[in-house]
């Protein structure tokens, strides 16, 4: 048997359509597996980035809440002794108190947009596999 022939003795060839199609479907298969290992990726990564944002939010709402305690103690001494000395410090106190709390205020708004961001592409994981899977419907891809 010469290569090329089968038992028939007719040469075999690669349907070339079944040789596209073939290739279409491992590309996608490969292409789907590279969007779920780079959307757990991502997942993974927002998940700690969100931890860590929590645990700053937190950190932040104590330092505020302290440096309110100490403001308010502060005013209180102030009343009993104005001495330039504490109300030099009394007013650093107060600036920092002023630029914790715009900090704040920054970070919830980050925490906001990324919480967005990930109920977009939370949302958008769903639609995308729908989206897939009508365009390899379309494609003839089963």
């Given at each position: 048997?010469?290569?090329?022939?089968?038992?028939?003795?007719?040469?075999?060839?690669?349907?070339?359509?079944q040789?596209?199609?073939?290739?279409?479907?491992?590309?996608?298969?490969?292409?789907?597996a590279?969007?779920?290992?780079?959307s757990?990726t991502?997942?993974?990564?927002?998940?700690?980035?969100d931890?860590?944002?929590?645990q700053?939010?937190?950190?932040?709402?104590q330092?505020?809440?302290?440096?309110?305690?100490?403001t308010?103690?502060?005013d209180?001494?102030?009343?009993?002794?104005?001495?330039?000395?504490?109300?030099?410090?009394?007013?650093?106190?107060t600036a920092?108190?002023?630029?914790?709390?715009s900090?704040?205020?920054?970070?919830?708004?980050?925490?906001?947009?990324?919480?967005?961001?990930?109920?977009?592409?939370t949302?958008?994981?769903?639609?995308q596999?729908?989206?897939?899977?009508?365009?390899t419907?379309?494609?003839?891809?089963?």
């Amino acid at each position: 048997m010469e290569n090329g022939d089968n038992h028939g003795g007719e040469p075999s060839y690669l349907n070339a359509d079944q040789t596209e199609t073939e290739i279409q479907k491992k590309t996608t298969m490969e292409s789907e597996a590279m969007a779920k290992g780079l959307s757990s990726t991502l997942a993974t990564i927002i998940q700690e980035f969100d931890s860590k944002a929590q645990q700053t939010f937190a950190s932040q709402d104590q330092l505020s809440a302290a440096l309110d305690r100490l403001t308010r103690e502060l005013d209180k001494l102030l009343e009993d002794a104005p001495l330039p000395f504490i109300m030099q410090h009394a007013a650093k106190i107060t600036a920092v108190r002023k630029r914790v709390l715009s900090l704040n205020s920054v970070l919830k708004n980050v925490q906001r947009r990324l919480d967005n961001i990930d109920r977009i592409l939370t949302l958008g994981a769903p639609h995308q596999n729908q989206h897939d899977k009508t365009s390899t419907e379309h494609s003839g891809l089963q």
